[in-house]
């Protein structure tokens, strides 16, 4: 069992930044695939990052050279550095832990989300 629990979301205008924390409990957090997703008003929800169990990263092309997907050096805490922002960023942010108890199966856990809004 995991608990995620996200914060650092807010207002911004456009061109700044925010820091997103994701918290995790639950000590099969560190062996799970970790990821920020989010949810534009009226879309459905899109990868935003992603962080595999043996440190490969991904990004979604909207977000390459500005997000950065990190984890801390106790492993419990995902972060989402987000830079450059744009109008278009703006959505519901979720962490998410995918964790495998087989080749192809797996249980999600996700967090309740944090807002970030930008604007002009």
């Known amino acids: 069992q995991v608990q995620l629990v996200e914060s650092g979301g807010g207002s911004v205008q456009a061109g700044g930044s925010l820091k997103l924390s994701c918290v995790a409990s639950g000590s099969a957090f560190s062996s799970c695939r970790k990821g920020w997703y989010r949810q534009p008003p009226g879309n459905s929800r899109e990868m935003v990052a992603t962080?595999?169990?043996?440190?490969?990263?991904a990004y979604a092309d909207s977000v390459k050279g500005r997000f950065t997907i990190s984890l801390d050096n106790q492993g419990n805490t995902l972060y989402l550095q987000m830079n450059s922002l744009k109008v278009e960023d703006t959505a519901v942010y979720y962490c998410?832990?995918?964790?495998?108890?087989?080749?192809?199966?797996?249980?999600?856990?996700w967090g309740q989300g944090t807002q970030v809004t930008v604007s002009l």
């Open positions: 998410l832990a995918r964790c495998y108890i087989a080749p192809k199966k797996h249980y999600d856990y």
């Open positions: 962080l595999s169990e043996d440190g490969i990263v």
